[in-house]
């Protein structure tokens, strides 16, 4: 089965339709009928920022991406504590 949407998985898995793995971010807010568990393996996951290449190139498109990238930086790294 394949679905599109974190909301949906979160609603079945909360209707008993099993479980999910799912990054943290993807599970906030967590409703509160539902636990979450870190899984004691580590792991990576490669994020990617696309965008069209005429914007990118643009002095717009760069302070663009440098924020976005400094951004999520900074917020990943609070999850990860």
């Known amino acids: 089965m ?3 949407n974190d909301m949906s998985v ?6 008993g339709a099993g479980y999910s793995i799912m990054p943290r ?7 509160s009928s539902l636990s979450r568990h870190a899984l004691a393996v580590p792991f990576r996951r490669d994020i ?4 069209r290449r005429d914007v990118w190139d643009t002095a717009m498109g760069m302070a663009f991406r440098r924020s976005v990238v ?9 999850l990860s504590v």
């Open 25 to 31: 971010l993807a599970t906030q807010p967590l409703p």
């Open 2 to 4: 394949s679905v599109d």
């Open 70 to 78: 400094e951004d999520l930086s900074k917020k990943l790294s609070l």
């Open 10 to 15: 979160l609603a079945m898995v909360e209707h």
């Open 48 to 51: 990617w920022l696309c965008g």
